[in-house]
């Protein structure tokens, strides 16, 4: 049986993303990335409408329904999150952001392949989350039950846990963001995203027996 793992991460305010630009005042349903040619990397921006901002990096090139196509290009060797994935043989699948938070889904091979991956980008942008995972072979209808000893989270990683379960913050589209659930607990974006990367590292050896080896 498959060890894969489908992931998907947000990494807020990315150091180097053009993309990110379009999702400050409207969502970014999908990147289309094109071979890179003469050391710059063609891109593909599908937002749910015309962007409000006029100093995002594109230009429009197409318009249907509720959404508007952009199309611009980046430096191969820019250094974006996607890359960080990349690099470790995880094709990004899919691209999306909203309020200045990235999210990229992409399938590691088990859990010590994501952890290396989510270790990367930890080391190249200030904050970054596991949203959701899904591990091969794994059916909504046909799946074992998990249990997680509450008392393996500090009263303020669960504290933090709910607060972004009941503002919505892992829902898709999310229903808050980083800044919102951080003002909720009266704290800055940064400590929000270091408890909850905390709590999620014990979610996820309660999820997966053989993760011993954190994702922090």
């Known amino acids: ?37 003469r050391g710059r990397i063609p891109l593909e921006v599908t937002t749910d409408g015309p962007v409000e901002r006029d100093d995002h990096p594109g230009e429009e090139v197409f318009s249907y329904d509720a959404e508007t196509v952009y199309r611009l290009d980046r430096p191969a060797d820019q250094g974006c999150a996607c890359d960080y994935v990349e690099r470790h043989d995880c094709p990004v699948r899919d691209i999306s952001a909203e309020d200045g938070e990235l999210l990229v889904t992409f399938i590691a091979s088990d859990l010590a392949e994501l952890r290396d991956v989510v270790a990367d980008l930890r080391a190249h942008e200030q904050s970054v989350t596991v949203r959701s995972l899904r591990q091969s072979g794994t059916d909504e209808g046909d799946s074992e039950p998990v249990f997680v000893d509450k008392q393996a989270f500090t009263d303020r990683q669960r504290e933090v846990l709910r607060t972004a379960h009941e503002l919505g913050y892992f829902e898709r589209p999310k229903q808050a963001n980083a800044g919102e659930v951080a003002a909720a607990l009266d704290v800055c974006p940064s400590t929000f995203a270091g408890h909850l990367a905390a709590a999620q590292t014990k979610l996820m050896d309660a999820l997966f027996e053989e993760g011993a080896a954190e994702l922090d």
């Open 1 to 37: 049986m498959s060890t894969g793992i489908l992931a998907t991460v947000t990494v807020r305010e990315p150091a180097a993303c053009p993309v990110v630009e379009f999702g400050r005042s409207r969502r970014v349903r999908s990147v289309t990335t094109g071979q890179p040619s």
